[in-house]
Nanobody, 120 residues
Framework: QVQLVESGGGLVQAGGSLRLSCAAS????????MGWFRQAPGKEREFVAA????????YLTDSVQGRFTISRDNAKNTVDLQMTSLKPEDTAVYYC?????????????WGKGTLVTVSS
């Protein structure tokens, strides 16, 4: 079992930055690929970024490449999403999830999400 709790969301102006963090509990955290997903109002949840169990491989969706970075610290059981050059279209509830690599779907565990609002 892995429990996930996201933090770091908030209100930011367009062009600004935020760092989301996901804290995991459970001894098997380091065995999982980790992903960030988001769901904007009225839209389906979509994949944002993923990182392999070792942190050696990452993948980001096209719309955030060059702006977002995903990282993890297995010693601290955390996975972060650094977001820069934020746009209003990045407004969404962001979810952390754990699952098998490539961790873009079929995730096993989910957090409850943290809201990011980007004002224009």
């Amino acid at each position: 079992q892995v429990q996930l709790v996201e933090s770091g969301g908030g209100l930011v102006q367009a062009g600004g930055s935020l760092r989301l963090s996901c804290a995991a509990s459970g001894r098997t955290f380091s065995r999982y690929g980790m992903g960030w997903f988001r769901q904007a109002p009225g839209k389906e949840r979509e994949f944002v970024a993923a990182i392999s169990w070792s942190g050696g491989r990452t993948y980001l969706t096209d719309s955030v490449q060059g702006r977002f970075t995903i990282s993890r610290d297995n010693a601290k059981n955390t996975v972060d999403l650094q977001m820069t050059s934020l746009k209003p279209e990045d407004t969404a509830v962001y979810y952390c999830a754990a699952g098998p690599w490539p961790s873009r779907d079929g995730m096993d565990y989910w957090g409850k999400g943290t809201l990011v609002t980007v004002s224009s």
